[in-house]
């Protein structure tokens, strides 16, 4: 039954019940094979280790219509290579990568008329999830674990999509030095909205983590990495330990070297030379590309190429980047994941 209700062009990025989710158990040591589910609702122990300690981690990845009418997701691959980075982390038992992008697969084809059509902007949101459950209340890992898919249509991230947003530094930390910064696990997220609100509240769309030994080097924003362009066109972007490794971030150095000729520099980005890009953006699966228009550190404010309009080098990643997640530009070998 096609999905005649909802108005594509329009959605934002909350949530909109799908058909189905998708829930696997792990128990006495092995993942059952998991199945579909019609209810947005689970039930688990209060004393699961998710609840109390935060040990959980999460992954976020899209599935796209193109012109031809086929569904694909982008490399989810790499979606089960940093869930199970992110489940060493906080110990819980690994998802196998075959299971994943399988599951992925069977959740999207169940949610087929809420993938949004090509050309609308919106796409279908995954949200794979591990976390710990079952009857415990020590500091140690669960014996039981979810395997979830928390489905859904979405618009974009940041509001106006790709039309420039203004950043200003935080003075708190999102990760330690040595920390969880490069996993994508939960407490690094709820740390994360106090800052969020605060720059919010004085007008800007998110905030810039500085890092947390120094505070004199851009880390990232609360869900998106960060990439500049200098003025002779290198595609520059923090390096950090503590940072989250972005696969879009990935697929755009891939892209400005292979696609458009660029050199990429991955190196300390310091917050008092900003004037050494001429553009600035963030990145990220739910972000795709939000031109920086400005960031305001210690009262200042840097402009980059513009706060209304998008840059070139900007706008030409981002349109190779969407073209190939469309369909529309050839991608390079396993980025696309065909499902129907
Ligand atoms: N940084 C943080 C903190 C994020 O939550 C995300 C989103 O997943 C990203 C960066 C972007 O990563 P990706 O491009 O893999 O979605
Ligand atoms: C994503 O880009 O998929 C993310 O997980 C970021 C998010 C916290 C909204």
Known sequence: MENKTIDWKNLGFSYVKADYNFIAHFKNGVWDEGSLTEDDKITISQGSTCLHYGQQCFEGLKAYSHKDGTVCMFRPDQNAKRLNQSCKRVMMPEVSEEFFVESCKKVVRANKRFVPPYGSGATLYLRPYVIGVGDNIGV?????????????????????GMSPVNFITSDYDRAAPNGTGAVKVGGNYA???????????????????????THTKIEEVGAANFFGITE???????????????????????IAENYLDMKVEERDVYIDNLSEFKEAGACGTAAVISPIGSITHKGKKHTFY????????????????????????EGPKGWIEKIL
């Open 191 to 213: 740390g994360s909205m106090l800052p969020h609100e605060l720059a919010a509240k004085e007008g800007f769309a998110d905030c810039i983590y500085l890092d947390p030994a």
């Open 140 to 160: 140690c890992p669960a014996k039981e674990y979810i395997f979830g898919i928390f489905v859904m249509p979405v618009g974009p991230y940041f509001k106006g």
């Open 306 to 329: 513009s706060e209304t309009e998008v840059g070139e080098v900007t706008k030409k990643l981002y349109d190779t980047l969407i073209g190939i997640q469309n369909g529309d530009v």
């Open 232 to 254: 002779d066109n290198k595609f520059v972007t923090p390096k950090s330990p503590s940072i989250l490794p972005s696969i879009t971030r990935r697929s755009l150095v891939y």
